[in-house]
């Protein structure tokens, strides 16, 4: 198993931040790399929402199915991910910071393989995975913060 843990602090209101990593349609429009979203279930946010997410990876499309197990709002919401023989388990935590007018997001993702092979892929990508994760909180803050 692995960690990948991440904190970004954006000057934008908790529920801003919250409602950009919580609803995968307004995730799409602040990560540039994500070019489709398709929603598996009637509902579009919350527990239990289902979906499929494609992003450009290098020069190729790679498509991953996720799901909402946890959603507080306006506090954490958790996703996973059951692809290529690994569990990947994302948590994001959405706190004010005390001026009030920004707000920490923290990233935990966990990596759990069951398959022997995706524990040496696990092992030799956590690094690339790391990367790509941490364009992501980028992105979400360059657009939280232009607006």
């Known amino acids: 198993m692995t960690h990948t843990r991440l904190s970004r602090t954006i000057r934008a209101p908790a529920a801003a931040v919250f ?4 609803n995968a349609t ?4 602040a990560v540039p790399e994500i070019v489709k979203v398709e929603f598996l279930t009637d509902q579009r946010s919350g527990a239990g929402t289902r ?5 450009v990876m290098g020069r190729r499309e790679a498509t991953t199915e996720l799901e ?3 959603y507080v709002a306006n506090e954490r919401i958790r996703l996973i991910s059951d692809a290529g023989g690994t ?3 994302t948590l994001f ?4 910071v005390e001026d009030g007018d920004a707000t920490r997001l923290d990233l ?3 990596a759990r393989p069951y398959r022997m092979l995706s524990r040496i892929l696990v092992l030799l990508t956590k690094g690339i995975v790391a990367k790509a994760v ?7 803050k360059a657009h939280l913060e232009a607006r």
């Open 19 to 22: 409602e950009t990593v919580a």
């Open 26 to 29: 307004n995730y799409t429009k």
């Open 51 to 55: 979906f499929r997410e494609t992003r």
């Open 68 to 70: 909402v197990t946890e």
């Open 87 to 89: 569990v990947w388990d």
């Open 93 to 96: 935590t959405v706190t004010p």
């Open 108 to 110: 935990v993702m966990e």
């Open 134 to 140: 941490a364009r992501d909180m980028d992105a979400v």
